[in-house]
């Protein structure tokens, strides 16, 4: 499934797709990111993925040059104001490798893992350098997250339902049965 990434931004990461396949019995969470034109990354630049609900802990994936961490908190750049709730997990990469001075580049995709498939609009920010000045550069734009949603129940468990009614109904019938032998 791919969706939305939400709105454009014009300087700093971004995320440009968003795609979610299911995985045992959980759900991959796909984030292709690009660096704009203008932009150069530079070791210590990040970006933060807000209220991943239902992170399974050590799932997460990126290219070489990159490292992981995650918390209810997490880093938010300067100047930006995301909504974020404190009680679910916060997704952090950070940048280790050589700068890349090169905007308008792909730079991979970045993934984890979550015990939810249904998406809800979220924050994703980041922190880069600008390649004209060297100056410090934040983001802030939305982008796709799970969410727990309503849980429904597998056929099997409803055919197992179904089996039950019956034999409900055939107990209320006997008692009611005996009770008028009496």
């Not at 700093?12 to 292709?32: D, Q």
Request: aromatic fraction near 12%.
């Amino acid at each position: 499934m791919l969706l939305s990434t939400g709105k454009s931004v014009h300087a700093g990461l971004m995320p440009v797709s968003v795609t979610v396949t299911p995985e045992a019995e959980n759900y991959r969470w796909t984030y292709a990111i690009v660096l704009p034109t203008d932009s150069q990354l530079q070791a210590g630049n990040y970006f933060t993925i807000y209220d991943f609900a239902g992170f399974v802990p050590g799932s997460a994936s990126m290219p070489a040059g990159w490292e992981f961490s995650y918390g209810n908190v997490g880093p938010t750049p300067p100047g930006v104001v995301p909504t974020d709730d404190p009680n679910v997990p916060n997704l952090n990469w950070y940048y280790t490798g050589n700068t890349i001075t090169d905007g308008q580049t792909g730079l991979g995709n970045f993934w984890a893992i979550s015990t939810y498939d249904g998406p809800v609009d979220s924050y994703f920010t980041a922190r880069t350098n600008r390649t004209s000045d060297g100056g410090i550069d934040t983001n802030i734009t939305t982008t796709t997250v799970p969410v727990p949603g309503p849980q429904v129940p597998e056929p099997a468990t409803l055919a197992m339902a179904g089996l039950g009614l019956p034999l409900v109904g055939f107990g209320w019938w006997a008692r009611t049965r005996r009770s008028r032998a009496v």
